[in-house]
C-alpha cells in the first residue's frame, strides 16, 4: 500500500522560505512520478510542481521561485519554496503516479494527507 507523507509546512512571512518534503512508501519509486499540488480555502485544488526523474514542470504562478527535487535512495520528494508570497497560502498535497507528471489532479492515485504553509504580509 502507497503512503506519502508530507512535512515541512509552518508559518512564514512574504519573501521568506520554506522547504517542503515528502517521504513515499513505494517499492519503485524512481518509475513513479511525483508531484505537489495545493489548495487554497474556496479554491480547487491546483498543480504546483512535478518531476519525473530529473525532468521537472512548474505552475507559471511559482516559476523562479520553487525548485522540485528528489531523492530516489531516500525515497523522498522536496519543494523548496523561496520568495514566498501571501498568494502561496495554502494546504499543500503530495502527490504520485505512475509514469509521467500531469497537471491534472485526478489522474494521481496516492495522496499525502496534505501540510500547511502560511505566509503572513
Known amino acids: 500500500q502507497v503512503q506519502l507523507v508530507e512535512s515541512g509546512g509552518g508559518l512564514v512571512q512574504a519573501g521568506g522560505s520554506l522547504r517542503l518534503a515528502c517521504a513515499a512508501s513505494?517499492?519503485?519509486?524512481?518509475?513513479?512520478?511525483m508531484a505537489w499540488f495545493r489548495q487554497a480555502p474556496g479554491k480547487e485544488r491546483e498543480f504546483v510542481a512535478g518531476?519525473?526523474?530529473?525532468?521537472?514542470a512548474y505552475a507559471d504562478s511559482v516559476k523562479g521561485r520553487f525548485t522540485i527535487s528528489r531523492d530516489n535512495a531516500k525515497n523522498t520528494v522536496y519543494l523548496q519554496m523561496n520568495s514566498l508570497k501571501p498568494e502561496d497560502t495554502a494546504v499543500y498535497y503530495c502527490?504520485?503516479?505512475?509514469?509521467?507528471?500531469?497537471?491534472?489532479?485526478?489522474?494521481?492515485?496516492?495522496w499525502g494527507q496534505g501540510t500547511q504553509v502560511t505566509v503572513s504580509s
Open positions: 518531476i519525473t526523474g530529473t525532468d521537472a
Open positions: 502527490a504520485a503516479r505512475f509514469g509521467v507528471v500531469t497537471s491534472t489532479p485526478s489522474e494521481y492515485p496516492y
Open positions: 513505494i517499492r519503485t519509486f524512481a518509475a513513479y512520478a
